[in-house]
């Protein structure tokens, strides 16, 4: 969750107003509090990590799949419990806000308020009316995918008109940083125009829009200035990027083209990039991300399945031996490039042949991490209706075996990287119960494992030090520094 301190630009209004966020989800999540933190705070009302102390406690909801679902259910009643001592007011935003809305509201009576995309630009009135009360209607769902419902180029103008969270960004006061440490999420990039069978976000999350570059130049300068030194990429599909933008050039890809300028800022280290589709990924991407100054070799590739028969029922594309010769392409560049997926488990239709498919092509690939999922029905998704459902226990069965084998070839891969020396972003010192720490190019935040340096005395966080290998423990890595190549002005 997100919620530690921000003023911002306080009004002095003798009636200012705080507010409490809590962000579950993905980083997007982040990003899209920050911006609602900003616009809250260009109208005067305070940020408070308390909520004993808050008139509003926002939730910003994740809505991607039923355990997620479930966390911010209950992440809404736990607030709720707060509110009903303190008087606060509880407010639902974010995805399961604007994926179920009159339905949330209606089976949710502790939210004192549902509000969808569409209320962000008017955020401080809407909460203004909850704290009068005065009702406020919440969203009705729809598919927002048919906002947009014109050519990727005309899209730019489209969304003068179309609300897109997350993409708010003015020089000053649009955002406001609710995260610490040196590492932040940075959006490029929201919605999807892909059609995979079981995936509900473009429905809600709507069609792909990509900022402006001049947007996330400043954006990552903002940031820079707030002590951020690695910026981390996100959007539903970053191979995507550009595509719907005006002007681009004739053989650039504008994600190529992006990723220089992003490292190019001063204050910032690192660059990396998350949530690439395997069937977009362009040749100069590879180039780029591989050998860039200051973009971190790591590619996180959206598998999601190796057996061909699964992924065209999942409106998805490759095959094992597809997969592979991406894999060496990046390797042939890079040989210590980072490279995780996701992949699902039980989807309709799926057969053992199939699932030792998968288990081929994970022992082959040798992957620094692995996300798996067990197959669950989402609402509206075509997946929902497909037959041959797989049983539950048959589902739970092949998540556990096929992450037993995960565990088993990512903590052979960490292992093979002993011996190399490597840049380790420094996140968090040594404390009660905690080892100095932070991440190499090939770990992600909170997916991919994290570096332990001993010996680490002088360094601090934002210190990116280069570091020899010593050990390894699953995904972890235990590093000796050797020189701090880069250091915080």
């Known amino acids: 969750m997100v919620g530690a301190g921000y003023a911002g630009p306080v009004s002095s209004s003798p ?20 911006e609602l933190a900003g616009r809250l705070a260009a109208h005067g009302w305070r940020h408070d990590a308390d909520a004993s102390s808050a008139d509003v406690i926002l939730v910003n909801t994740c809505g991607f799949i039923e355990s997620a679902k479930k966390d911010s259910v209950d992440a809404l009643l736990a607030v709720s419990d707060v509110a009903t001592t303190t008087g606060a007011k509880v407010v639902a935003v974010g995805c399961l806000a604007q994926r179920y809305g009159v339905e949330l509201a209606d089976s949710l009576p502790e939210a004192d308020a549902v509000l969808g995309f569409d209320d962000y630009a008017a955020l401080d009135e809407r909460l203004e009316d909850v704290l009068a009360g005065r009702p406020v209607a919440a969203p009705q769902p729809s598919d927002r995918r ?62 792909f829009v990509s900022r402006p570059p001049a947007d996330l130049v400043a954006e990552a300068g903002w940031l820079a200035t707030q002590g951020v030194r ?8 970053s191979t995507s990027y550009g595509k719907d933008l005006p002007r681009r050039e004739a053989g650039t890809d504008p994600l190529a083209a992006l990723l220089p300028r992003l490292a190019n800022v001063p204050g910032i280290v690192r660059v990396r990039v998350s949530y690439l589709q395997p ?30 028969p699964v992924l065209r029922r999942m409106r998805r594309f490759g095959s094992t031996e597809t997969f592979l010769r991406l894999i060496e392409r990046i390797r042939e560049l890079s040989p210590a490039a980072g490279i995780r997926t996701n992949v699902i488990v039980g989807f309709p239709g799926e057969t053992e042949a199939d699932v030792a498919e998968l288990e081929r092509f994970l022992t082959a690939a040798e992957l620094d991490a692995v996300g798996v999922f067990g197959y669950s029905d989402e609402d509206g998704t075509e997946a929902a209706g497909l037959p041959d459902k797989v049983a539950a226990d ?13 565990d088993h070839l990512t903590a052979q891969r960490a292992a093979d990287r002993i011996g190399d020396v490597v840049d380790v972003l420094v996140e968090r010192l040594a404390g009660d119960d905690e080892d100095c720490a932070g991440r190499a190019a090939h770990q992600a935040p909170e997916v991919d494992g994290e570096c332990v340096l001993l010996d680490a005395d002088g360094v601090a966080p934002g210190d990116l030090v280069r570091c ?11 590093v000796s520094p050797l020189e701090v190549s880069s250091r915080p002005a």
């Not at 590492?183 to 069609?207: E, H, T």
């Not at 690695?230 to 599909?237: A, D, H, I, K, Q």
């Not at 423990?473 to 235990?478: H, K, S």
């Open 15 to 34: 009636a200012e107003r705080r507010f409490t966020l809590l962000t579950l989800g993905c980083a997007r999540n982040e990003v899209d509090s920050e």
């Open 146 to 207: 048919d906002l947009l419902p014109i050519t990727p180029v005309h899209r730019p103008a489209a969304t003068d008109q179309v609300a897109v969270p997350g993409h708010a960004w003015m020089p000053v006061g649009s955002r406001a940083r609710l995260g610490v440490g040196p590492v932040a999420p940075l959006k490029i990039a929201s919605g999807c125009d892909r059609r995979c069978s079981f995936c509900a976000i473009p429905s809600f999350r709507g069609a």
């Open 230 to 237: 690695e910026l981390y990429l996100v959007s539903e599909n």
């Open 279 to 308: 069937a977009e990924i362009k040749p100069a991407v590879i180039q780029t991300i591989a050998a860039t100054p200051g973009v971190a070799d790591y590619f996180d590739l959206s598998f999601q399945h190796a057996s061909e």
């Open 394 to 406: 048959v589902v739970t069965s092949r998540v556990r075996r096929i992450s037993e084998l995960v």
């Open 468 to 478: 020899r290998v010593i050990a390894a423990e699953g995904v972890d890595l235990v």
